[in-house]
């Protein structure tokens, strides 16, 4: 059972869709082109149940199937990111500083194509609800959808998303029976000393040399305080301090990445941070505070969701095509909290060679939004078949 047929000739029109998406992208939770373009076309397609202003521009529609049955949610997220875009195409971003640099241009026409199809063949029972989300590049747009109630309200018992996949095989499926994407947490640490002359330190307390220790001693949390078979990264991204060569400044900040799979993990290296700026500070005899935030949780699958996706997506690409038990990514996606409050899976859908995810010369591959439309079709099909 390849990619569906009706599907397979709606290719120009979901590009067009795409192309048009790409010309407009739109930032984090301001969306107001985007969402009106996703609520036109989903009218177009006969939907009657469209709820607009979800999370501000977040969108829930729901297709009723024929026959009782649950409600399976499928998502896609519709933001930009801000990116100077350097494609080249024709279909380049018309807004300056910004772009569809991670393909959500792709995942919403996907979910449209999928949407136009399901809305003309209801060959399903139950009904499926359209999760169309903003702001996944930061702002946690699922995270709000969920808190606002979206799952009880519409009543959904399991949820399904595609990210495309740069430099995997194209039109290849890769999922895993758990967790596939990493936990997201920034830590940002303060050091105030005493400035001064360069030439004469023994007046100051050097923040410079505070903040150097710190970022040696926190190398060893991975090193020496984790397991080595677990993963965990911690790294430390920027120091910011000093304005010449002749002064001693008087504070210093510094600001990183940890990224784990395990909330265990993250307590420990929550608390080993907290330690080691508080012993660092101490030794070089200056005031620092360690501020840790934490982001997107893991993104988890469902181990029986995962395996049936696997199936689901082998029906439309073939066997060969899919990977059910694919390594974990550092990378992190706010999915997780759609994930933590329903069963369900994530799928990356490969997108063939071309420059990576938030690059200014990415686009989108609208090669394989038929097969991703064809695989939230049959997800439904086949999970609830008349
Ligand atoms: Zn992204
Ligand atoms: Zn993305």
Redesign the pocket.
Known sequence: MPVINSIAAMEPEMRAWRQWLHRNPELQFDLPKTAGFVAGKLREFGIEEIHEGIAETGIVAIIEGQGEGPTIGLRADMDA?PIEEASGVAHASETPGKMH??G?DGHTTMLLGAAKYLAETRNFKGRVALLFQPA??GGGGADVMVKEGVMDRFDIAEVYGIHNAPNFAEGEFFTAPGPIMAAVDTFHIDITGRGGHGAMPHDTKDPVVAALGIGQAIQTIVSRNHYALDELVVSLTQIHTGTADNIIPGTAYLEGTVRTFDPKVQDMVERRLKQIVAGQAASYDVEATCRYERGYPATVNDAEKAAFAARVAADVVGEAHVTPETGKEMGAEDFSYMLQARPGAYLFLGAGEGPV??HPEYDFNDAIAPLGASFFARVVETAQPL
């Open positions: 990111l640099a991670c959500h996944e590049e995810l938030h």
